[in-house]
């Protein structure tokens, strides 16, 4: 069953890193990197503070554990703990994996980081303001997008770009369900 799981994981890999266009290519490696996204985050965070004041600074602390917390988890605890090598550096799919600008990322693969830590950010907020702002759930395409371009330069098998989604969803809710239980009159909506 795990051969099997593993061997669905490999081959739906190779078929998504083989849909490569020079301008898929230059897309998914700008869309994979984080700072492409900081005026529309200063904007929503501006928002926040904005309806929310105090409240909203709340929130936004949230969030910031929610990252933490999820990046120890799946970068510093899970990655090592786990050891499975990424796409781009396991020697039997070398030649087999399309490398867009020389990127392999780090070692390690599972989970990942980046689709844990967007899942998490887009369940945080929606649990937080969904409500207030009914577009909010406008981030759960922004880390599905975020997260398959994992995929498709070949650095995360869509097994790691899973676990790590389902990762930052259950840390979120926890993060929620702690506030919720030690400062509800803290968030815009309990």
């Not at 917390?69 to 796409?87: E, I, N, T, Y």
């Amino acid at each position: 069953m795990i051969e099997q799981l593993l061997s669905l994981d490999e081959n739906l890999l190779l078929f998504f890193n083989s849909l490569h266009t020079p301008w898929l290519d230059a897309l998914m490696f700008t869309l994979t990197n984080g700072k492409i996204y900081v005026p529309f985050f200063l904007v929503v965070i501006g928002l926040i503070i904005y309806k929310f004041r105090w409240k909203g600074a709340f929130v936004l602390l949230l969030v910031a554990l929610v990252v933490t917390l999820g990046d120890q988890l799946s970068s510093a605890l899970l990655k090592p703990l786990v050891g499975r090598l990424r796409p781009t550096h396991e020697p039997h799919l070398e030649g087999l994996i399309h490398i867009v600008n020389e990127y392999k990322g780090g070692l390690y693969s599972f989970v990942s980081s980046h689709a844990t830590n967007s899942f998490g950010v887009a369940t945080i907020l929606w649990l937080t303001l969904r409500k207030q702002f009914g577009w909010i759930s406008i981030f759960f395409a922004w880390a599905a997008i975020f997260s398959f371009t994992r995929i498709y330069l070949g650095v995360h098998y869509p097994g790691d770009v899973i676990c790590g989604a389902l990762l930052g969803t259950a840390i979120a809710h926890f993060i929620y369900w702690l506030a919720k239980k030690l400062r509800p009159d803290w968030l815009p909506q309990s």
